[in-house]
Every structure is written in structure tokens, then in C-alpha cells.
């Protein structure tokens, strides 16, 4: 049976991360994949990757506010959702309920239903506010992933170092991968 998860793209910086993701679990046999993004998800996607979002990513995506989507109603069965990158006002429009958006309104299926929610905030510094929205996420069931690379696999290349993230993501979705270097494998 095919997990079904669905990747949500905000407009925080941070796109070759879920360009990244979008690869790797675009070619499983064992995902059913779909996509939502932000307004401003494809704005930002275009500054990073060089590429227009919708083009260039080969899976269903989803507008802004087709409430019509599977995943938005947990009588659907989506598995995980990924919000990579996720941006401060969605992690916080998610941590207060705020379910404006087909992404936002994802997250909060996934929270009701107790299913796996990975958020991947790109952010530096954190305020105070970044901090609390994040640690109610948290509370409330979600993993928060920060998108930090671990360095002690010697990642050679900015592709690599996005791997190490990537794979921690993957890992997170309870899919097995070799995107980067496990601890203690070397």
C-alpha cells in the first residue's frame, strides 16, 4: 500500500530543500504524492531553483485555496504532510488554528488526526514568537526539523549538505532512504 504524502511550499527561503524532497519521493513506488504551496511559494522557488515552480515540478499541485483536495479532510487517509520550507506565519497561522489556506487547512487535518507532520521552518535568528509557535507545534504533535545541515557525513557539495536534510525528512515520513551519510556508517 502507497503512503500518501502531500508537500506544502511556503515562501520562506528554503526551496531546494522541497525541490530536493520532490525528487526523492517522486520516484518511490511506495508514495502517492501531491503538493500544495503559498501564495508566494513560487516567487521564491523561481528566485532560488532558476525554474517556475509549477513547470518544473512533475505532481498534482494544488491552487492556494482548492478546498476540494483530498487531503484536506482526514476522512482521506493522507498519511504525513511536509511543510518545506515553512515560513513563521504558517507555522504560526498552524499553531492558532488558522486554516485559511489548503496548506494551513492540511496542517490542521494532520494535527486533529494525529498523523505525522514534519515542519521544516528555515529561519535564523528565531524571536520569541518564532519560538512559541513552534514549540506549540510541537505540543500539538508535529515535528519540527529545522533546516539544518549535519556535517559529520563531510558533505562535499551544497547538494550534499541539502541531502542531510532531506534524508532527516524522509526519515521522519517512515520511508526508508540513502540520501546522506548515517551516523556511524563511515
Not at 25 to 54: F, K, N
Not at 140 to 146: F, K, N, T
Not at 148 to 174: C, E, N, W
Request: aromatic share 4%.
Amino acid at each position: 500500500m502507497k503512503r500518501k504524502v502531500v508537500v506544502g511550499i511556503t515562501g520562506a527561503s528554503g526551496a531546494p530543500y522541497a525541490r530536493r524532497l520532490l525528487s526523492a519521493l517522486r520516484s518511490r513506488d511506495d508514495v502517492e504524492l501531491a503538493v500544495c504551496v503559498s501564495q508566494t511559494a513560487p516567487q521564491v522557488w523561481a528566485l532560488e531553483c532558476g525554474e517556475d515552480l509549477r513547470e518544473s515540478v512533475d505532481v498534482p499541485i494544488w491552487g492556494v485555496r482548492d478546498f476540494t483536495a483530498p487531503f484536506a479532510s482526514g476522512s482521506a487517509r493522507w498519511q504525513a504532510m511536509v511543510i518545506v520550507p515553512c515560513s513563521m506565519g504558517t507555522a504560526a497561522r498552524i499553531a492558532h488554528g488558522i486554516s485559511d489556506t489548503l496548506l494551513t487547512r492540511a496542517a490542521d487535518v494532520m494535527l486533529k488526526e494525529k498523523r505525522a507532520l514534519v515542519v521544516v521552518p528555515r529561519e535564523t535568528p528565531l524571536s520569541l514568537v518564532h519560538l512559541e509557535n513552534l514549540l506549540a507545534l510541537a505540543r500539538a504533535g508535529a515535528v519540527v526539523l529545522p533546516a539544518m545541515p549535519s556535517f559529520y557525513g563531510k558533505p562535499a557539495t551544497l547538494q550534499d549538505a541539502v541531502d542531510t536534510v532531506v534524508a532527516r525528512i524522509v526519515d521522519h515520513l517512515g520511508l526508508e532512504n540513502t540520501l546522506a551519510a548515517r551516523w556511524g556508517s563511515s
